[in-house]
């Protein structure tokens, strides 16, 4: 992928994002508006030209899964209608490489709102932790909005184009059996950050983008850790 156009880009911002993802909650300006069991789900409300645009940012700790596994699922278009619940329609535009591909997605109208469409790149990647030397079991997936040629620029008219930034960091923690046992998935734990800036691309009622996103949120990390899970369960622990 290294010789594709878009690597600069993905680079950059795939580092960008993992930069932004670390980064706490602490820091006052996030507001925590969701919890359920381990994940708590965090904003900040914000407006760009009169638009929603309320950074998110999401803690979850899952038990029995790799972050690998995590990501993967999350990066893989073969299982997305499994999870994704807010989407219509979803096409692979272009396979980059293994770990790129470029997505169109058609989401579902949020009434009164006019439907929107997604188009961006997702890229995975295993990273490498500056901090913690022996921790090579850091997953990412950034998804960043681009232009594509046989996507048209506006869908002739037919939805609204959103503008988005997404990364999903996963770190596998391992809880090393006593006996020098093999380890199982009763030893795994996946500590999840997701973050997402979505601007809508129009305009589109503040209230409404705020309830939709506030519905919406907690509802797609929960569905989509528990499917992860439901998938890995009876299978071997891929890290
Ligand atoms: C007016 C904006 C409509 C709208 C456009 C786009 C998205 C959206 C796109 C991508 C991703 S993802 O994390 O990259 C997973 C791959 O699909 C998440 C969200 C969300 C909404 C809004 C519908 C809301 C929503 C919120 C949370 C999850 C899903 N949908």
Redesign the pocket.
Known sequence: AQSHVLWPEIDRITAEQLHYARQGVGEGVWELFAEDGEMRMYKREEEVNGLVVDPLKAVHTVKGVTGFEMCHY?FSPDY?LDW????EQ?KVLEKVSDDTMI?L?I??R?WP?SQ?D?L?W?HLRQVPDSRDPDAQNIWIVC?HSTEHHSAPEKSNGKY?R?F?T?A?VCQTMIEPPKNGAQITRDDLTCKIT?C?V?N??GW?PASV?RA??KR??P??LKKFTHYVYDQCKNKPIRF
Do not use: C, D
């Not at 994704?84 to 989407?87: A, D, L, R, V």
């Open positions: 999350f997305r994704e619940t807010t989407i979803m997505f997605q989401h579902k949020v709102a929107r997604a961006f997702s998804n609204i959103v988005l997404v999903l997701y997402s979505v809508p691309g589109a983008l939709v996103y919406e949120y509802k797609f």
